[in-house]
């Protein structure tokens, strides 16, 4: 038996199973895939290796792996190092994203080969330097353990390979009848290469059919400038130029791309420099409360449907003959929050307002609002000489809107006309209108071929699943909302072997070139022409914008009788609501847009600008109704629409219409990611082609059940009548200082007086920051502050901020260093303050104060926070114990501190695992599978907390020290030593990550002891206050009080408080 | 003997009450002290509650273990409320510890005789208590592993621990603390070690009690080394009493919290520990003296002082309570006026007023002597002390929740761990307590002998029955 002396030379064999004995085939199968399907299979030697390869030698991701308690750090050296390339220097390179075919210019970040960080290209028309919270989303998406690793056929894995294999033999069918049965259907986008290679694709399948389609869709604006100037138009506002702003419904201020240059603009316009200050006065009206009408200095409460109405009546004032459609139009009644007089004297000083400042005046409708509106629109910016001065125009490529695209694809599907259907990116399956039955309907199709970065909802559905290069892996292009292109070069290999669409475009069209970069190219090269070359290309990748690409139209004309014909019809279409009549408003959520983000656990987490809700949407409903129904935020409600019934949380949203509800989109994925499994209920399970937008004839009713609801700032908010809401109310105006426009001329030093400080005359000497080389320091303007939660996004990549989950946001335990805090202010009647008379919303951004007298320090028993030598009020994590004492006398709250290791711990919608409070991989060692990935994404520059320990913002220490490096090196390279003088660095140098992503240009970063410094000026200002100054901390952190504009009315109560109430 | 109820509640102002009942001699006290050990079964009702004790103890090990591995995120503790349960428990179980400083102490430099009989488990309740006290606080650290960091220990960094905060005194206070009541303690029970030595029937009981008895023979000379050196720990105590938990309420009082940064903290903290001291004292004498048959010795009249004690304590709280308030609205502070306002009236208010009722309603009760005197009465009067005291920790330490920006409040819910925890350490605490009743002298069986009318030679002829029943006589 020479077997078992073999066995014997090894030493004794066991056998795993008589199976395996019998080497049955089965067993062996098994044994080679023990973890079937699943992520586990994701990271084998295989792919790890692969996965190496594709970061290759400049790969170092140790030092961020960090462990329990000692890092372990496995190091890889380069056998060759590439040129121009010093390891650990941070590089930046310019791309773009595009979200609702829009693209925004990036500046990305990378150390070592992995982008760490997205930040916004100050060359960039839309981004001038700010970037909101969705681009900084990328890289989390970028390293997101869920994106799908592998393609695949039908239920087997197959590779872009086999689908290159797969196309060659199917070609031929695909391309029969010019491609008749071939049918595209896309996200929306206005890349120049991919309608170039839509364009190629057209050619080579003459038949076949484009569709485009967005659950958050332009369809409303883009029919609207069809209608008042007879083709497409993408307008643009220049609110930087305008004085009197009017929001139909509109949320300009909050829409992913667009809102960075309206948010500067806004900001821009309500700055107060010089001796005669001035600024624009923004009204709004609308159902739900809005960012913009939290920011608004008037602001009406109106039922959605009759925002229609209002718009009449302006445009009755406004037009100088206003069509008989407009007056049949106006006659109707309103349903808003004022009387019937009072709205009319608002609308008066509206017409008159923006009679007085012709030219500088602009007039939005929001995206939910029927094209009409915003045709009204146009022709009131027309009157008031607003197009070509506040409201610019450019062309956009023409299509019927994206459900009519839809409607017609499924049409066509279910006539079985559809033979191969591509979809690139999107998700309909998830978000087309229910009443399409899309899912169902796409089963008729016979080759469904799906591009997307996800093997989400629709890919399960689809016979080709194909891996989609993210954004930062792959080359493309976009286009500005004012028309200027941005190349994108990626910035690293793709991850999971995924390709763009423009190459899937080129691969289906049969087209060479078919990479990506070549394809990009020769799109540069046609638009350039002339001016093209290898250092123009260069050029434009270098700085992120190819000049001159910004197309204009000045001063389209707009067709008055046309318009009356719109009008006319609308007129006829749609009869007065009827007064019970409840809407719902369908809208895009401000942090997981249509459900693209749901898997990003830092839009997940980032709490709503207003609602302050994490990890979950709700139906936001207004006091008054929820009063009338018995709800208070967190009761689930059922909805019926139709026929058609949903459940979901109730929250309470102030000075929104009793008759309006609302629901945010992107919620309730089907999908099982990681981080959106579970995240709310799908709204969109309402929504029919027919109220895309809006719902009307909603019946709510209470269920009796309640789910809670993470939200950041608790409901005392509203609960105004009790002792916490009252106590909030009245201490509001020392907090959040602000004053109107007439009151701040008067009294320019109003700030000051909102409390009475007693004079300090400590005991101790309190110099000891004397001597120190900076004093580093921040001033917030709460008049820019729009409260976008941009800096707080910015705040959370920069600092390797960790994801905690909705059981630990439910607990009080979220991590951001930079939070905003958002308060409702009420009117005051004989019962105290009114939670259904909102007055004003107070947004407060709040980092670390940095106070000169800490009171963090004083009470630390080790010391682990403590000044640095410039002063900085800093967190020694090596360090902390975590007493946790620091937090509880820090009178801003801004510590954080890490109750678990939440860098490795998932985060949990509910406490998981019954009784223990985490899972199994806890206790495990952390350097496996997705982690592995998530570590690529931590900024190298910046701890990585363990558990026990407090945490807090360092106003970015680490730029800072990047800095005075850079400029100590630069000094000594110029001659500089320790006798002559020591090196400055220069005002701006240094800009923490809020402030740079800051649209507003809020946040001032800089050196008090430069006394020309923006902030030792703006700390000097008479707006500027310390928030508790009361306390004595010095903070290093002021503010600028907020100056509203509203009308002054004589002897009437204006909105503002002191502090003395 | 007869077993003729004897009432020395009765107050005779021509003499002195007696503080051992029922013709008790020396060898009988020896006797009936000693059974306690010496029997070589204890009660069924020690080992039942014994076995629940040691469970619950278990339990609170266990609950570590899990803390210690995954986090202080099991418990309830978040933004803004940093503390919660652990350091709740910390000064509950450290104000517990303060009447049997207080007994052994302050009573015995003021020579009061009827602490005899309850000193010495009232000491062993305070070594318990701050026991369970010492591990609130460490365990309750963010990594303990480097929780030795906040000892002044000398170390090649040459990082010293920060002399400004209070927790750092806390670590001082409560160490010290802890060192000298052990030794008061184990000083005190020497000579009656000795006796538990001498009266050994197994080789094992010699041993063990004679290693502990530090080889006494109660010579003159060791007598007087004993006295001596049980006075200079008694004086060393006594600042120790006003001192740890000062230092412990400074924990409140120096943040700047509204409705913790209050100078009443410090005498506040004393009489409400000395308060809740007494009322554990009275918790657990009274199972006790009836467990072990010791009610000769704890007497009715140790417990109606205990109560008596109670109700003056019981009433400063109350009065502290009152000031409080007035000093938030005559201060004219907003943020203090509204941390009370909201104390009263707010999310967690049904605390407050519980805490109301315990401390300062329930104890009223003592006014009347039949209500001191009656054993079901003083237990519920405890009891809510007990419960009161443990509110009134919770309703500061919560007022956290809602401190100077609104938009930072929060609701602080404890988890089932939090409330586990909590009772594991009641039963680490009736653990430690039950062990050392079964296997240590109860009371202090020298120190009562000397307070007998035995130990008085001059009065032998005309006192040799108790005075009590000279009573009936006269």
Same mark, same amino acid.
């Given at each position: ?302 039922? %959605?449907?009759?925002?229609? *109405? @209002? #718009? &009449? +009546?302006?445009?009755?004032?406004? !037009?100088? /003959?206003? %069509?008989?459609?407009?007056? *049949? @139009? #106006? &006659? +109707?009644?309103?349903?808003?929050? !004022?009387? /019937? ?721 | ?474």
């Amino acid at each position: 038996m020479p077997s078992v002396s073999k066995r014997r030379a090894s030493g004794q064999a066991y056998w795993r199973s008589l199976d395996e004995l019998s080497r049955k085939t089965h067993f062996g199968d098994a044994l080679g895939d023990e973890f079937l399907g699943g992520v586990m299979e994701s990271m084998n030697a295989l792919e790890r290796r692969h996965f190496l390869k594709i970061m290759g030698a400049s790969l170092a991701f140790a030092g961020l792996a960090g462990c329990r308690r000692w890092p372990e750090e496995k190091i890889v050296p380069y056998s060759r190092r590439p040129a121009g390339r010093t390891p650990g220097t941070p590089v930046q390179y310019a791309t773009g994203m595009e979200l609702g075919g829009l693209g925004l210019g990036l500046l990305v970040t990378s150390v070592d080969g992995r982008p760490i960080k997205v930040e916004g290209n100050p060359e960039h028309p839309s981004s001038l330097g700010a970037s909101g919270p969705f681009a900084q989303a990328a890289i989390l998406d970028l390293y997101d353990p869920d994106r799908a690793r592998q393609g695949r056929h039908g239920r087997t894995e197959a590779s872009w390979d086999d689908f290159d294999t797969w196309l060659g033999a199917n070609l031929e069918t695909i391309s029969a009848d010019g491609g008749a049965g071939l049918r595209v259907l896309c996200e929306a986008t206005s890349s120049p290469s991919m309608l170039a290679m839509r364009e190629r694709l057209q050619r080579t399948f003459p038949s076949m059919v484009w569709h485009e389609y967005e659950s958050v869709s332009d369809d409303n604006e883009r029919i609207g400038t069809r209608m008042a100037f007879g083709r497409p138009l993408l307008a643009n506002m220049d609110l930087s130029q305008s004085r009197v702003i009017v929001s139909l419904g509109a949320d300009f201020l909050d829409r992913p791309i667009t809102s960075l240059g309206c948010i500067r603009g806004f900001a821009d316009s309500r700055r107060l420099d010089g001796a005669h200050p001035e600024m624009s006065r923004l009204y709004a009206f609308e159902g739900m409360l809005s960012l913009t009408g939290a920011n608004a200095d008037h602001r009406v409460t109106v039922r %959605p449907s009759d925002i229609t *109405t @209002l #718009a &009449a +009546r302006l445009a009755m004032g406004v !037009l100088p /003959e206003p %069509p008989v459609s407009v007056r *049949t @139009l #106006a &006659a +109707r009644s309103i349903d808003s929050s !004022l009387s /019937e007089e009072d709205l009319g004297r608002i609308l008066a000083m509206v017409i008159s307002d923006l009679q007085t400042h012709r030219g500088r005046g602009v007039i939005a409708a929001g995206l939910t609002q029927p094209p009409e509106v915003h045709l009204l629109a146009h022709l009131m910016n027309a009157a008031i000489g607003a197009v070509g001065n506040t409201v610019t125009y450019v062309p956009v490529p023409d299509h019927k809107g994206h459900v009519h695209s839809l409607t017609s694809l499924v049409g066509a599907m279910g006539e079985g006309n559809v033979e191969t259907l591509v979809i690139i990116g999107g998700n309909p399956v998830y978000d087309a209108p229910t009443d399409l039955h899309f899912a169902d309907t796409l089963r008729n199709v016979g080759r469904t071929i799906r591009l997307s970065e996800y093997d989400d909802e629709t890919a399960a559905q689809c016979s080709w699943f194909l891996p989609r290069a993210h954004l930062l892996e792959a080359w493309g292009d976009v286009r500005a909302n004012d028309g200027t292109i941005t190349v994108c070069q990626p910035l690293i290999q793709p991850l999971f072997d995924g390709r763009s669409a423009i190459e899937l475009l080129a691969a289906l069209s049969k087209d060479e070139p078919r990479s990506g970069e070549q394809i990009v190219q020769r799109t540069f090269a046609d638009t350039t022409e002339e001016r093209f070359s290898e250092a123009s290309w260069h050029q434009a990748l270098h700085d992120g914008v190819v000049p001159q690409s910004a197309s204009t139209v000045k001063r389209p004309s707009v067709d008055l009788a046309d318009a009356e014909r719109h009008l006319g019809r609308f007129v006829d279409a749609r009869g007065s609501a009827a007064a019970s009549d409840t809407e719902l408003l369908f809208v895009a959520d401000s942090k997981l847009y249509d459900g693209r983000f749901a898997n990003n656990g830092w839009q997940q987490e980032l709490p709503d600008p207003l609602t302050k809700l994490t990890w979950d949407n709700a139906l936001l409903l207004g006091i008054g109704r929820a009063k009338e129904l018995g709800v208070d935020t967190g009761d689930v409600v059922s909805v019926q629409v139709d026929g058609r019934s949903l459940e979901l949380p109730v929250l309470l949203m102030p000075g929104q219409h009793d008759k309006c509800a609302v629901v945010a989109l992107g919620y309730g994925r089907r999908f099982k990611g990681r981080v959106c499994a579970g995240a709310g209920t799908d709204g969109g399970a309402l929504r029919t082609t027919g109220s895309f937008f809006t719902a009307r004839g909603v019946q709510i009713t209470r269920t009796g059940k309640s789910y809670p609801l993470a939200v950041t700032q608790d409901h005392h908010a509203i609960d105004v009548r009790g002792v916490a809401g009252k106590g909030q109310q009245d201490r509001l105006g020392a907090i959040f200082r602000e004053a109107s426009l007439d009151e701040f001329r008067e009294h320019p030093d109003f700030a000051a007086h909102r409390t009475h400080v007693l004079h300090q005359l400590s005991p101790y000497s309190e110099d000891n920051l004397k001597g120190a080389e900076h004093r580093w320091a921040m001033s917030i303007d709460l008049g820019a502050c729009v409260g976008c939660n941009g800096c707080v996004a910015a705040c959370h990549a920069e600092n390797n901020i960790p994801i905690v989950g909705k059981d630990q946001v439910l607990r009080g335990r979220e991590m951001h260093w930079i939070r905003v805090d958002r308060y409702f202010s009420f009117a005051r009647d004989d019962n105290g303050y009114d939670p259904t008379q909102l007055q004003s919303v107070a947004l407060q951004p709040m980092p670390c104060q940095m106070c000169e007298n800490a009171p963090c320090e004083t009470v630390c028993p080790v010391g682990a926070t403590m000044h640095d030598a410039d002063g900085l009020n800093v967190m020694v994590y090596n360090r902390c114990v975590g007493t946790r004492y620091c937090s509880n006398n820090c009178p801003y709250k801004v510590r954080r501190f890490n109750f678990y290791d939440y860098w490795k711990r998932k985060p949990h919608r509910e406490q998981p695992g019954k009784l223990l409070q985490v899972e199994r991989e806890y206790y495990e060692r952390p350097q496996a599978g997705a982690d592995e990935l998530r570590q690529m994404q931590f900024n190298p520059e910046v701890s990585v907390r363990m558990r026990g320990v407090m945490e807090k913002c360092t106003f970015c220490t680490q730029r800072i020290e990047a800095a005075k490096i850079k400029t100590k090196n630069q000094w000594v390279q110029d001659g500089g030593n320790e006798q002559g003088t020591p090196p400055t660095i220069a005002d701006g140098t240094i800009r923490t990550a809020c402030e740079e992503a800051c649209p507003a240009r809020a946040i001032t970063f800089g050196d008090l002891n430069d006394p020309n410094s923006r902030v030792a000026q703006l700390h000097e200002d008479q707006r500027s206050y310390s928030v508790l100054e009361e306390l004595n901390p010095k903070t290093r952190v002021k503010y600028l009080a907020k100056v509203r504009n509203p009308i002054e009315s004589g002897g009437h109560d204006h909105p503002i408080r002191h502090g003395d109430t | 003997m007869e077993a003729t109820p004897i009432d020395n509640t009765f107050e005779d102002p021509g003499q002195r009450a007696p503080l051992v009942l029922n013709h008790n001699d020396f060898t009988s006290v020896t006797t009936d002290i000693c059974r306690a050990s010496e029997s070589p079964r204890p009660p069924r009702a020690w080992y039942i509650a014994f076995a629940i004790s040691a469970a619950l103890a278990s339990l609170f090990f266990l609950l570590i273990f899990y803390l210690f591995i995954t986090g202080v995120g099991i418990w309830g503790n978040h933004s803004p409320t940093m503390w919660g349960f652990p350091i709740v428990n910390f000064v509950f179980w450290i104000g517990i510890g303060h009447a049997g400083t207080l007994i052994s102490a302050i009573l015995f430099l003021f020579r009061q005789k009827w602490r005899t009989a309850i000193n010495r488990f009232a000491e062993a309740m305070t070594i318990f208590a701050v026991v369970c006290a010492g591990t609130f606080p460490v365990i309750h650290v963010g990594r303990v592993w480097v929780v030795y960091w906040l000892f002044p220990i000398p170390n090649q960094m040459e990082l010293w621990p920060q002399f400004r905060s209070p927790l750092l005194w806390d670590v001082f206070a409560v160490s010290t603390y802890f060192t000298v009541s052990l030794l008061f303690w184990y000083v005190g029970m020497i000579p009656d070690l000795a006796t538990f030595r001498d009266r050994a029937a197994t080789k094992t009981r010699a041993i063990i009690y004679g290693l502990l008895a530090l080889g006494w023979t109660g010579s003159n000379r060791h007598w007087h080394r004993y006295e001596r050196a049980y006075l200079l720990l008694a004086a060393l105590a006594t600042p120790l009493v006003l001192s740890v938990h000062s230092v412990v309420s400074f924990d409140f009082a120096v943040a700047q919290l509204p409705g913790w940064h209050s100078t009443i903290f410090p005498p506040y903290f004393v009489a409400g520990a000395i308060f809740g001291g007494f009322a554990m004292v009275v918790t657990l004498a009274v199972p006790s003296r009836q467990l072990w048959g010791l009610k000769d010795f704890i007497t009715m009249r140790h417990l109606e002082n205990m109560n008596k004690i109670i109700l003056l304590t019981g009433s400063i709280v109350g009065y502290a309570y009152v000031s409080e308030f007035f000093i938030a609205w005559y201060s004219g502070a907003t943020y203090e006026g509204f941390a009370f306002i909201n104390r009263a009236f707010g999310q967690h208010a049904w605390a407050y007023w519980l805490m109301l009722f315990c401390n300062v309603v329930a104890p009223q009760l003592f006014w009347f002597k039949r209500f001191r005197r009656s054993i079901p009465v003083m237990y519920f009067v405890v009891m809510c002390v007990n419960v009161g005291m443990w509110f009134e920790r919770f309703v500061i330490v919560i007022s956290l929740e809602q401190d100077f920006l609104p938009s930072s409040w929060g609701y602080f819910a404890p988890t089932w761990v939090d409330l586990m925890m909590l009772v594991g350490s009641m039963g680490l605490f009736l653990m430690l307590f039950l062990l050392f009743i079964r296997y240590l002298p109860v009371i202090a069986m020298a120190e009562l002998k000397a307070v007998m009318p035995q130990a008085d030679p001059h009065t032998s002829g005309e006192h040799d029955t108790p005075a009590g029943q000279n009573r009936e006589v006269v």
